[in-house]
Each structure stands twice: as structure tokens, then as C-alpha cells.
């Protein structure tokens, strides 16, 4: 059985910096982010991607395989395309998207045997709400809230309401939202009160990144703050999140609790910021950053 199943869309993106000025055109998606980082970790928690992407892509699914992450990729007539432009606040961002792919379906995903099925959604429908309770009767569902938030009309990325979302958190075991999410889904400024919403709606562990203020793990009751450990030189946040998420799920696979296992994301966050493209460093630095 699989420790860790993320399932997501490979995308083309388009990433535009300020400071210093700059346009990288590179491969993204939560489920890319996700599986490069799992590949520069230790390989002792085995780790699954599921995909769909157009022949375009095709070479990135090679790169992934070639690299020994296990990879089924599924064809997609497209794929999706996102433009990411940051202002001087890499917190802040503005997004298009020029391309969709096609949702995931059951058909898919039924054969897959995991102990945690991370969905790494980046537009509202990709996961039907029947995807996710089917996914949820065989292991843990972890959740990037992001694309439940957002709507395509045009290019434009337009921010909206997670309609299904009483109905799918009560099958949701970990929740990754960021700060501005948080607010959206719960109408609760304070992180603290509004972790403990999502809780009683029926996720099991709450996580809310803060950028620059660390992040806050709502468990068993207990809150469990993280500081943020400052890059070197803030280059890109693309993937950020999707970095956090692989690894407080690789080390709580390893069996780490949720205060080590907060650390350990956010000090490879910290890595991850300081270049454009995926996590690809070692354990070895993780654990020296939060050292200091």
C-alpha cells in the first residue's frame, strides 16, 4: 500500500517577478511541486503521483519517472496554464489562467490503495464531491484548499465560495489553508477561533500558513505554533505551499508529531523560496535550518 498518493494536474506556467524583474516560463501544479520534493527526500516513505496532462507534458511525467518517482499519468486533451505575477509582497499574487485540463474521475482513481490521498486541487473542479467521499471510505483525505476557491471566467482567476465544503470537510482529514483561505471559508479573522470552525466541521488536523508569521496546527484539541525561518534572499513563492504540504505529510508519515512536523515544512519552504522551481534539497538542510 501507498504511504502518500498525491493526485493533481502538471501545469504550464508562466511566473513574473518584480524584484529583480523577471518572466520564467516552467512546469508547476501542486502535484509537481509535491513529487520533486518527495524525490529529494529520503525515499522511506513510499510516495505515489497521479496525473493527467496533454503529449506536451509528457517529457516532465519522463523527467519525474526517470528520477524513480512512481507516476501514472492519465491523457488530457490539454493542459492547465497558469500565470502567476507577484507584486514587491511575495504573499501577494495575481493569476490567469490561458488553459484547463480535464477533471480526474472515479474510473481513475479506483485501484489506488493509499494511507492519505493528497489532493492537490488548483481549480474548483477537478475533484467531483463523489470523488472525494469515495477516496475518503479508503484512507485519509488531505486537502490544499486553494482550487476550491477559485473560478476561471475568461483568463480571469475570480475568487469564490466552497460550496460542497460542509459536505466534503467531514471527510477531510487534513486541511492546508492560508491565511486569506482561512478567512474566506470561515468569515473569522483570527486564525485560532477559525481552525477551531474548520475542526468542528469535521477536519481532523487544521493547518493555516501565515507567510512571513510561520503557521498554526490545530490538532486533538491543542494548537501549535511554527515560526517562519527567513530565507536568504526571497525569490520565488510559486509551489510554497505545495512544498509545506509535502513536508509535514512526509514527516508525519515518518512518525514525527505535529510541532516537529510543522518545523520541518516551513524550513523546507524556506529552502524552497530562495530559487525558482521545486524543493531539491536535502534532508540534511532541512534539519540544519531548523537548528539555526
Known amino acids: 500500500m501507498t504511504d502518500i498518493c498525491c493526485i493533481g494536474h502538471i501545469t504550464r506556467d508562466r511566473i513574473i517577478t518584480q524584484d529583480p524583474p523577471m518572466t520564467t516560463h516552467c512546469a508547476g501544479g501542486s502535484a509537481y511541486y509535491m513529487a520533486w520534493a518527495f524525490q529529494a527526500l529520503p525515499h522511506d516513505v513510499d510516495f505515489h503521483m497521479i496525473t493527467s496532462v496533454s503529449r506536451e507534458l509528457m517529457p516532465e511525467v519522463n523527467r519525474l519517472c526517470e528520477a524513480g518517482i512512481k507516476v501514472t499519468a492519465y491523457e488530457s486533451p490539454t493542459n492547465v496554464f497558469f500565470e502567476n505575477k507577484y507584486g514587491a ?110 475542526h468542528d466541521w469535521g477536519v481532523r488536523e487544521v493547518i493555516i500558513t501565515l507567510g512571513g508569521g510561520g503557521s498554526v496546527i490545530y490538532a486533538e484539541g491543542k494548537f501549535y505554533e511554527t515560526p517562519a525561518y527567513p530565507p536568504r534572499q526571497l525569490v520565488d513563492a510559486t509551489g510554497c505551499g505545495d512544498t509545506y504540504s509535502a513536508g509535514y505529510l512526509y514527516a508525519r508519515a515518518r512518525g514525527m508529531d505535529y510541532a516537529e512536523s510543522g518545523r520541518f515544512a516551513a524550513a523546507m519552504c524556506t529552502l524552497k523560496l530562495e530559487h525558482t522551481g521545486p524543493f531539491d534539497h536535502s534532508i540534511e538542510d532541512v534539519f540544519k535550518i531548523i537548528r539555526g
Open 89 to 198: 509582497n511575495m504573499d501577494h499574487r495575481t493569476q490567469r489562467v490561458l488553459a484547463k485540463s480535464a477533471p480526474f474521475t472515479l474510473r481513475q482513481l479506483e485501484q489506488e490503495e493509499a494511507r492519505v490521498y493528497h489532493l492537490g486541487t488548483l481549480l474548483a473542479d477537478d475533484f467531483t464531491p463523489k470523488t472525494v467521499e469515495y477516496l475518503a471510505t479508503k484512507g485519509d483525505v488531505s486537502i490544499d484548499v486553494q482550487g476550491y476557491l477559485r473560478a476561471v471566467k475568461g483568463e480571469e482567476v475570480l475568487s469564490v465560495e466552497w460550496t460542497d465544503k460542509l459536505r466534503l470537510l467531514k471527510h477531510t482529514a487534513i486541511l492546508k489553508v492560508n491565511e486569506w483561505e482561512c478567512h474566506t471559508l470561515t468569515g473569522i479573522s483570527d486564525p485560532f477561533p477559525a481552525a477551531e470552525q474548520i
